[in-house]
């Protein structure tokens, strides 16, 4: 036999421990060793009776052993069973300390249920079908019966334990005799003051003992339990490894593994205290702990750019602190520096000698092409747009904008970085010299008389000239009034305009009035219109008027303010005395030019003594003069009076008589009709203030002719230029008129927009308009400033105060916000892990874990979010949680060491699908063979655990008996086995060698 389990069967240790209150439970003392035991009695047995525990008797004959069979020590009439006898006794009377809680019938069982208690019961008793004792969950509970009587059972009745009862907490006192019926169950302690009687096929779990009467067995189970021993376990490797790893606990007798395995070993992955509890139906015990320390893999997570420019270089890095570092690169620092795209990788090994491997790919990116674009040289007050190739992500600007084009009128060096889409940059810069304008200035006379020429130049040595009347030179001969410009051009291509303004001065009207004719002897006074600035006279009088007697060509030149001149001249005669003849009749009244309001008209007839007035009726004049009469129509009136008459006076006809005298008294008379014909009416009619870019119509009101200043000759014109317009009606009988108007162009006010043009999906923008006055927007908005959220083309009005309105618009373009989705395993196995990826594309990323590329490895669970930037600005987040799934737990169970011949089954626990190395594909697979078997077991998420076994195989023991086999009668041989291991013998010994004697039966011994 096995020398552990005999050493558990055959061990003297407490067999109870008080368990009930108060310390009522009986004193067993060494008759706690014994399965069967009387004091005073014959023991004897017939059939296959088989006893776990000692048996015997201090005073009686033994026999039965064999056939039955005795696991355990025969004690007949030794010092064991004289103990025995007497502790017995005490056992039997320490019943009488413990008291009753319950009297119940002495007819027991048909189903009866009892809980703990202490039951006295005042006769002989009987127990019939099923006693059921119920600890109600408490494995300490104690159940107590004291019969004052004999007990016994009928055929088939049994004791049955429920909710943790233990037989070990089960006495019953019999004060008589133990008779267990045929094929019945019985379970406790039995202290009787009589015979034991267990009839055919009866069996007792638990002991039976008697202080006086015989044992009788017939064909029975007798089975007394003991306190469980603790198991040794030891480990088969080093108990701190790193996850993976793995070590094998071995030394579990029957008992249950703290991971719950019944394995003779284990397997251990994880962390945590193993021990076997070792366990029957009177408690339990404890093996020895085997603490088991499973070290974490370090953390791998390779930090750095993954995306690099090229010709740049990125430092990748994980977490310093490590023992050591081995990447692919060779290096064994925490950081290294690359530069070439490709896929890195490290092993990271911690303190503890674990280890984990990580790695990341590396893209190298081009960096985009940078030029800068647009007039290099510009003028001084002008702007040059340049220009950075478009298509990138971002710019930025020396100065600060962050446009791909940038307006700038200064010189200096202009430099631009462009930044693509994986984040590299190009500078490059251009340098814009601005260049001065060339001075522009006309020279020459300004003022010209009426009819002259003046030489306009400008600075010479420009690089050309281009004048507003389409000369190209640097000079050139107006003569006509007006303004004049000219734009100058200087080698460098800059530009300065220039004008002047050239006024004619009209030269002054020259007639000579006076008489022309003269009678002989007489004077006659000649005069130049008044007002000149000089006069010079042929005969050298520089008088507006001369007195002159002689026949003769008189002239005068006439030089006005602005030293324009005229000369005119007018013949004299001296003629005899005239004779009478009618007055040849007067010119017709005729207006004066000029504008409207202002100019002088000839009117009536009179002399320059008479004064008449337009507005009298001419009268006769009579007029004696000595040397000759003179009739003269000479009479200018003012405007006021011409209008006066023009009003009361619209034609006037009607003989206007004149007696000339002679000298002598000599007379006669004639007459002439004169008529006087009004002057039109001018007025100009039209819009005089004009907003720039419009135009108005000019009107003129009268009937005749026109002539407007700008030599149009139509009642209407459209002019669309400030200025003095002026026009002149001339009616059907020769008259004129002037009137003339101004007309003012009010500058239109500047227009813009100003706010951002593109906008994310769900964002505003503020668009504001420039300018001072009042606003209408394509919304119907009249504020200066609208917020909008839609993309169009929004246009403003802005109307100044003068009426004059502009009008701009701006596209304002909504860009849609793409949708971030995370994709990737979202579950992952214990030790693994995930790649979580967004769409590439975007500007920037950023995840919860600090990451900012598209795509992150996690190795652990939670919740991981991503904002993702797009080229526009536009951003949206998203998030995903991932799961870790652990590993399939993993554990075989069976026998771990076979006997040559044998077999064993192994089985995987944990759920899922197996595959074994074998090839098999069931949860248990048998073996015979030597070897190491092991299996992967899938869960139904897909984790993976490996595990293994390995089997030994035994070989048998040789086994074979010396000694002598003929003996004398009253002789004795000893018979020993050969072979290592333990021992059993037929006789019960467990010793290699026994000694038997004649009066021994005869027969086979034999040893297993």
């Known amino acids: 036999m096995n020398g552990t389990l005999r050493h558990l069967l055959i061990a003297v240790t407490p067999f109870f421990v008080p368990l009930l209150s108060l310390g009522q439970t009986p004193v067993l003392g060494t008759t706690s060793d014994f399965a069967l035991f009387t004091a005073v009695g014959a023991f004897s047995n017939d059939g296959a009776t088989v006893v776990t525990g000692d048996i015997g008797t201090n005073v009686g004959a033994f026999t039965g052993f064999p056939p039955g069979t005795v696991i355990g020590t025969i004690h007949v009439a030794d010092g064991a069973s004289a103990q025995a006898a007497t502790d017995v006794a005490v056992a039997f009377g320490s019943f009488a300390a413990i008291t009753c809680g319950q009297v119940i019938g002495t007819t027991m069982g048909s189903g009866q249920i009892l809980t703990p208690d202490v039951y006295c019961l005042g006769a002989a008793s009987t127990l019939v079908g099923e006693l059921i004792l119920d600890a109600e969950g408490d494995p300490n509970a104690t159940f107590i019966f004291k019969i004052d009587g004999a007990l016994s059972t009928a055929t088939l009745s049994s004791v049955t334990l429920i909710n943790g009862a233990s037989l070990c907490n089960v006495y019953w006192q019999v004060n008589g005799q133990f008779e267990q019926g045929a094929g019945s169950t019985f379970r406790g302690t039995v202290v009787v003051n009589g015979a034991i009687i267990l009839l055919e096929g009866a069996d007792l779990y638990g002991r039976a003992v008697s202080q006086a009467g015989a044992i009788e067995l017939h064909n029975n189970i007798v089975t007394m339990s003991q306190q469980p021993f603790a198991a040794d376990i030891t480990a088969g490797g080093a108990v701190s490894f790193c996850v993976g790893g793995s070590v094998v606990l071995s030394g579990n007798l029957g008992g249950t593994w703290s991971t719950g395995a019944t394995t003779p070993a284990i397997t251990v992955t994880t962390s945590g205290d193993f021990y076997v509890t070792n366990s029957n139906d009177c408690g339990t015990d404890t093996s ?91 003028c001084e007050g002008a702007t040059t747009e340049l220009c950075a190739p478009a298509g990138a992500s971002s710019y930025l600007w020396s100065n600060g904008a962050t446009t791909a084009c940038i307006t700038v009128s200064t010189a200096g060096a202009y430099s631009v970085t462009v930044t693509n889409a994986g984040g590299c940059s190009s500078t490059c810069n251009a340098t814009v010299v601005v260049t001065g304008v060339p001075t522009c200035s006309i020279t020459g006379g300004l003022t010209i008389c009426e009819g002259a020429t003046t030489e306009l130049c400008a600075p010479a040595g420009a690089s050309s000239y281009l004048w507003s009347n389409g000369a190209t030179t640097a000079c050139i001969t107006v003569s006509a009034a007006g303004d004049y410009s000219v734009t100058v051009t200087n080698p460098g291509g800059c530009s300065s305009t220039c004008n002047a303004t050239v006024v004619v001065t009209g030269v002054p009207v020259c007639t000579i009035t006076g008489g022309l004719t003269i009678c002989e002897g007489a004077t006659t006074e000649l005069c130049a219109p008044a007002g000149a600035s000089s006069y010079l006279w042929s005969n050298g009088a520089t008088t507006a008027c001369i007195t002159v007697s002689a026949a003769g060509d008189y002239s005068v030149t006439v030089t006005n303010p602005g030293g324009c001149s005229s000369t005119c001249n007018a013949t004299v005669v001296v003629t005899g005395r005239p004779r009478p003849r009618r007055a040849p009749p007067p010119p017709p009244l005729s207006g004066a030019r000029g504008s409207a309001g202002t100019g002088t008209q000839r009117h009536g007839c009179c002399d320059r003594r008479s004064g008449l007035h337009h507005h009298r009726r001419p009268r006769v004049l009579r007029r004696r003069i000595d040397a000759v009469v003179r009739a003269r129509w000479c009479c200018q009136l003012p405007l006021e009076q011409r209008r006066d008459d023009q009003l009361h006076h619209r034609q006037r006809t009607g003989p206007l008589p004149v007696e000339v005298t002679y000298a002598g008294g000599c007379s006669s008379s004639c007459e002439a009709s004169v008529i006087e014909n009004p002057l039109p009416i001018c007025a100009i009619t039209g ?284 002789a004795t041989s000893e018979l020993c086995a050969t072979g290592t291991g333990s021992y059993l013998w037929s006789t019960g010994a467990t010793t290699s060698c026994i000694t038997v004697s004649s009066r021994h039966l005869l027969g086979h011994h034999h040893i297993t």
């Open 288 to 378: 020895n702990v085997i603490t088991v320390t499973v070290n974490p893999l370090p953390v791998c997570a390779i930090t750095g750019d993954l995306v690099i420019c090229e010709g740049g270089s990125s430092e990748l890095c994980v977490a310093s602190g490590a023992s050591s570092y081995l990447w692919s690169t060779g290096a064994t620092t925490s950081c290294i520096t690359v530069s070439a795209a490709g896929n890195y990788s490290v092993v990271i090994t911690d303190g503890n000698g674990c280890s984990s491997t990580c790695n990341v790919t590396v893209d190298v990116t081009s960096a985009p092409v940078c030029s800068i674009t647009g007039g290099l040289t510009i």
């Open 687 to 970: 819009g005089l203030i004009l907003c720039e870019g419009g135009s108005t119509e000019l009107c003129a009101t009268g009937t005749g002719s026109y002539l407007w200043s700008t030599g149009a000759t139509t009642s209407c014109i459209t002019v669309n230029s400030a200025g003095i317009y002026s026009v002149t009606i001339t009616s059907p009988d020769g008259c004129e008129s002037n009137c003339e108007v101004e007309v003012i162009i009010n500058p239109l006010p500047i227009c813009s927009i100003t706010g951002g043009l593109v906008l994310c999906e769900g964002a505003t923008s503020e668009l504001c308009a420039t300018g001072t006055g009042s606003y209408l927007w394509s919304t119907g908005a009249t504020t200066s400033c609208i917020t909008v959220s839609t993309a169009g083309i929004y246009s403003v009005t802005i109307t100044s105060p003068d009426g004059c309105s502009s009008t701009c618009e701006v596209e304002v373009e909504v860009t849609t916000t793409p949708i971030c989705t995370i994709t990737g395993g979202l579950v992952f196995c214990e030790g693994g892990s995930t790649e979580l990826c967004v769409p590439a594309g975007a500007v920037s990323y950023l995840w919860s874990n600090g990451a900012t590329t598209n795509c992150i490895t996690v190795s652990a669970p939670g919740l991981y979010s991503v904002e993702v930037t797009y080229a526009g600005g536009c951003s949206s987040s998203c998030e995903a949680s991932v799961i870790e799934n652990p590993l399939p737990i993993c554990a075989i169970t069976g026998g771990l060491v076979l006997c040559e011949g044998g077999s064993t089954e192994l089985c995987a626990t944990g759920t899922g699908s197996y595959l074994w190395s074998t090839g098999a594909t069931t949860s248990c697979i048998t073996v015979n063979t030597a070897g190491v078997y092991s299996v992967t077991i899938t869960s139904p998420d897909g984790c993976e655990s490996n595990c293994q076994v390995t089997v030994v195989v035994n070989p048998l023991p040789i086994c074979s008996i010396t000694g002598g086999l003929v003996l004398c009668e009253g």
